[in-house]
Nanobody, 123 residues
Framework: QVQLAESGGGFVQVGGSLRLSCAAS????????MGWYRQTPGNQREFVAA???????NYNDALKGRFTISGDSAKNTRYLQMNTLKPEDTGVYYC?????????????????WGQGTQVTVSS
């Protein structure tokens, strides 16, 4: 299994910034990419941003410009820098990873999820 450890959530005022961190572990797996999703109150989980192992990034268009994903693929870490936060950014932020099990002869990508970290933006 791939274990994902998230940190960095918390309370912040409108207009403030937070940086989320996610570290993946799982020695028998090769990480293809990692990213962030969020679930805001009353809404389904939505994609935020992703960074693959070759450095390619993908963003939710509605959040691009305020949110930036970065990381170190060699260390299987990802960060989400969130700026100019708004009350509607309040929610649980989840780290996700797509990985191959190197023990399998013909592995297919598997998804893994972290427990989530709460972000609360207060006005």
């Amino acid at each position: 299994q791939v274990q994902l450890a998230e940190s960095g959530g918390g309370f912040v005022q409108v207009g403030g910034s937070l940086r989320l961190s996610c570290a993946a572990s799982g020695s028998m797996f090769s990480i293809l990419g990692m990213g962030w999703y969020r679930q805001t109150p009353g809404n389904q989980r939505e994609f935020v941003a992703a960074l693959d192992s070759r450095g390619g990034t993908n963003y939710n268009d509605a959040l691009k410009g305020r949110f930036t994903i970065s990381g170190d693929s060699a260390k299987n870490t990802r960060y989400l820098q969130m700026n100019t936060l708004k009350p509607e950014d309040t929610g649980v932020y989840y780290c996700a990873a797509e990985a191959l099990d190197r023990r399998e002869p013909d592995p297919s990508p598997k998804e893994f999820w972290g427990q989530g970290t709460q972000v609360t933006v207060s006005s």
